[in-house]
């Protein structure tokens, strides 16, 4: 026990050594100001579904960075739906995947030129109960967790952009 907490402490001045920053925190490294000059901007769907998807891809995208206006407009265009993978021998559904993909595009505020753009994907699968009020249940988290993948594979791509704009 004594041996791994002496080879963690020596470990950990190399760790920093290195350069490493942690990319989002309370410490955010130097890629904070950058996420601080990001504003959210959603571009509404086809349906309910897109846009309930956005504001949840939104709400954890401010979870993360904040709310801000800065110099830079992230524009978001959520694209959700649900298939089919497991069939019943009575040809009931008993499986779904919900796909969210998130056009985005990264804009200078001012003169509205795009920075970066690109697509982010996340799935998830759920079981499908009997029940109705379960299905809905199981939509409805499926929903928050492909929100919560997508958003986090944003700041990623994001952080890859600003880390190259060096």
Same mark, same amino acid.
């Given at each position: ?100 993909? /998130? ?16 697509? /982010? ?8 109960? /009997? ?18 993948? /997508? ?16």
């Amino acid at each position: 026990m004594m041996k791994k907490i002496i080879i963690a402490a020596l470990a950990l001045p190399l760790l920093t050594a290195c350069g490493f920053t942690p990319m989002h925190g309370s410490s955010l490294g130097a890629n904070a100001a950058k996420f601080e000059d990001i504003s959210i901007q959603i571009n509404d769907g086809r349906d309910a579904g897109d846009k309930e998807a956005g504001f949840l891809v939104m709400q954890r995208l401010r979870d993360r960075i904040g709310e801000n206006t800065g110099k830079h407009i992230l524009e978001l265009t959520p694209k959700l739906r649900r298939q089919r993978l497991g069939i019943s021998a009575d040809d009931v559904a008993s499986r779904y995947d919900s796909i969210l993909e /998130v056009n985005y595009k990264l804009m200078d505020a001012k003169t509205g030129r795009i920075l970066n753009k690109g697509k /982010v994907k996340g799935t998830s699968t759920f079981g499908a109960p /009997v029940d109705p009020y379960g299905i809905v249940a199981a939509d409805n988290n499926a929903k928050q967790q492909t929100a919560k993948e /997508v958003a986090d594979r944003l700041l990623v791509k994001l952080a890859g952009y600003y880390a190259d704009q060096k």
